[in-house]
């Protein structure tokens, strides 16, 4: 978040719920950073600590996916260190596999080495969790469009239909 939107979130919309000009509502914010505190508001708000996930989260996690039962704990360990257990790294870490086993018949202990090397080797800049990351798992048109989307920062119909134009209204609804 930035922090232009991180300043309005905390300073307006929530200060809003404290004086009681905004009422019925409840947020849910996910961040890696804690923003500091003043007293009115630590009383409105419920902090609850999210925890890596652990070796039989990522089971179940690839149980959800569809993965066969055998291949689960071996993936799940293999899916465990890169990603350190954080929901986003593993998302795209999965993305990443299962995006290549789709475009090439490889053998699974391949893709995971694959895997793990493209996690070794990603920059600080980019980041475990960076949208680089995600894009390597991608198809390059829909990398593309992704990015062309990035710019207003809208995902929406409209939005891709105008930076796209080339494309078809059946297939920007597509994506």
Known sequence: MSEGTRAWVWGELLKAVLNGRLTNVRFVLCGISHPPLDRDMDRII?????????????VE?????GVEEKLRP????????PTEGKPIN?????MTISNSN???????????AEFEQLMATTTDEA????????????EPADVELLQRCAIP???SVVTLGLLAPELSEEMVRTY
């Open 46 to 58: 419920d902090e609850a600590k999210l925890a890596p996930l652990g070796h039989a989260d990522i």
């Open 127 to 138: 980041g475990v969790g960076s949208t680089e990351l995600l894009m390597l798992g991608m």
């Open 90 to 94: 593993l998302g795209m870490g999965w």
């Open 74 to 81: 071996d993936l799940a360990d293999m899916l465990l260190g």
């Open 61 to 65: 996690y690839l149980a959800l996916r």
């Open 153 to 155: 920062h809208q995902f």
């Open 102 to 112: 789709r475009s090439a018949n490889v053998a699974a202990p391949d893709i995971l």
